[in-house]
């Protein structure tokens, strides 16, 4: 059975190592890095897609796939834990209301991430015209993978396809990588650099060598349906000065519900502002815009997830915050409630001490 829009089927990952992680209430006074060594890499940080289409075959087994994204590990030895957090959005060619041909159908996507010919984790949509767009997100939990070898130059692949038995033939029917940019039956253009591929390499790290917080909030948000970013959480990465070397990886939950259908997104950054609605992210921080711009059409209920890691490249003065904001809008115009669930999401943040290097 193949999950609706927003609702992705994850197959192939392993127990939430994160639950064992400690709680951040400062470095260990006696760590020791010993052979514990962390890298994260954000990957390509705009227009990370390599494709702008998915071809929509008419059986899975006749699906061309896609290299949709891929970033190189340096010094991967056997044994290292490989971490893969994405995102990527996908939108039918068809939005609800248009008819042409083609148009009649929801399209079946996989996607999914490979460590070499090694199969990391694998979500499976079926796009409908009514959602129009889709979100893959791996969660760092379900994207680790054990390396079973050393391999001085490995890639981490997205890998995608596409299929419906009701596609026409000769590749005529299409998944967008990315947004549509207009009406895409008209001009044919898709707008990307919504999507990342990331890469975190633990090498001897044990739970208590992660140092974890997590916030959340109380009650309902309702988002104005203009357009005009509005923060539904900020997190304080830390309690005092963010130190040269530290590495995070950022995990986020937004659940919304909307009284009718309107356009949902988030973005995900980093300021000294917890009221800050908008932001160019952070000097010092590698890299300083720590994710993407992205989401769905929600009609009734959606969930948006967000990933992001970063390396601190010099010390920076606290307080700094993960802030999250939503942006809404009713396609064609109009306007709706929509809501977020502040208690039902959360901001989940998880440290590398500078100690453990690269």
């Known amino acids: 059975m193949l999950a609706a829009c927003g609702a992705g ?29 962390v890298a994260v890499d954000a990957g390509k940080t705009s227009d990370a897609e390599l494709v702008q289409q998915l071809p929509v075959a008419r059986s899975e087994n006749g699906a061309a796939k896609r290299v949709v994204m891929t970033t190189q590990l340096p010094n991967i ?13 996908v939108t039918t060619r068809c939005d609800i209301g248009q008819n042409a041909p083609g148009c009649n159908y929801n399209p079946n996507v996989r996607a999914q991430l490979r460590l070499g010919n090694r199969v990391i984790a694998t979500q499976t949509l079926s796009c409908t015209k009514n959602e129009h767009h889709c979100m893959f997100v791996f969660r760092p939990s379900e994207a680790s993978i ?70 959340s909030g109380n009650g309902t948000f309702d988002v104005n349906t203009n357009a005009n970013p509005e923060v539904v959480y900020s997190h304080l990465l830390k309690n005092g000065d963010l130190e040269a070397g530290e590495q995070y990886v950022i995990e986020a939950r937004v659940e919304a519900n909307t009284a009718s259908r309107a356009r949902f997104s988030t973005e995900m950054f980093l300021t000294h502002d917890k009221n800050a609605a908008d932001g160019n992210g952070l000097d010092k921080v590698a890299p300083s815009q720590i994710g993407e711009h992205n989401g769905v059409n929600c009609d009734g209920g959606c969930v948006a997830r967000k990933v992001a890691v970063f390396r601190v490249q010099e010390k920076i003065a606290g307080p700094v915050y993960v802030n999250i904001t939503a942006r809404s809008a009713v396609p064609g115009g109009g306007s709706t409630r929509v809501t977020v669930k502040r208690a039902d999401g959360f901001v989940r943040s998880v440290r590398y001490a500078a100690i453990y290097g690269q």
């Open 146 to 215: 054990t390396a079973d070898r050393d391999c001085a130059n490995c890639s981490v692949e997205l890998v995608m396809w596409a299929w419906h038995g009701d596609a026409r033939s000769g590749d005529q029917d299409k998944v967008l990588v990315g947004g549509n940019d207009g009406n895409y039956l008209d001009n044919g253009k898709v707008e990307g650099d919504q999507a990342r591929l990331m890469v975190v390499r633990e090498r001897g790290i044990a739970a208590g060598d992660r140092a974890m917080r997590e916030s």
């Open 9 to 37: 089927l994850v197959e192939g990952s392993e127990e939430d190592f994160w639950d064992e992680t400690r709680d951040d209430d400062g470095d260990p006074s006696t760590a020791l890095a010993g052979n514990k060594r």
């Open 77 to 89: 030895a056997k044994g290292d834990r490989v971490i893969a957090p994405a995102e990527v959005q």
